[in-house]
């Protein structure tokens, strides 16, 4: 069963950038929807956005424009790269596959604070 790692979080002042990465343990080909999800302290975890096979991706209202959300196959990678961000946006970002959810990971904790 593929696993995924995320990673790439830190540290930011608002209006940085970062580009997070999730990393499968296989082959994605046959993973038709990847996602990015995020868990802010005493709040639901939320869809922040997602990507098919064909490269077609969906966004949460909160980061349109701000956030873009791409994969590299060869690579068995999805990428998140959040730029113009807010302290809103503080959570742990995790990645899975909305089809068929897998266990949670450890995430990758993004905070963004003067």
């Known amino acids: 069963q593929v696993q995924f790692v995320e990673s790439g979080g830190g540290l930011v002042q608002p209006g940085g950038s970062l580009r997070l990465s999730c990393a499968a343990s296989?082959?994605?080909?046959?993973?038709?929807?990847v996602a990015w999800y995020r868990q802010a302290p005493g709040k639901q975890r939320e869809l922040v956005a997602s990507?098919?096979?064909?490269?077609?991706?969906n966004y949460a209202d909160s980061v349109k424009g701000r956030f873009t959300i791409s994969r590299d196959n060869a690579k068995k990678t999805v990428y998140l790269q959040m730029n113009s961000l807010k302290p809103d946006d503080t959570a742990v970002y995790y990645c899975n596959r909305p089809l068929a959810f897998l266990s949670w990971g450890q995430g990758t904790q993004v905070t963004v604070s003067e």
């Open positions: 296989r082959s994605m080909f046959s993973i038709h929807i």
């Open positions: 990507i098919t096979t064909d490269y077609s991706t």
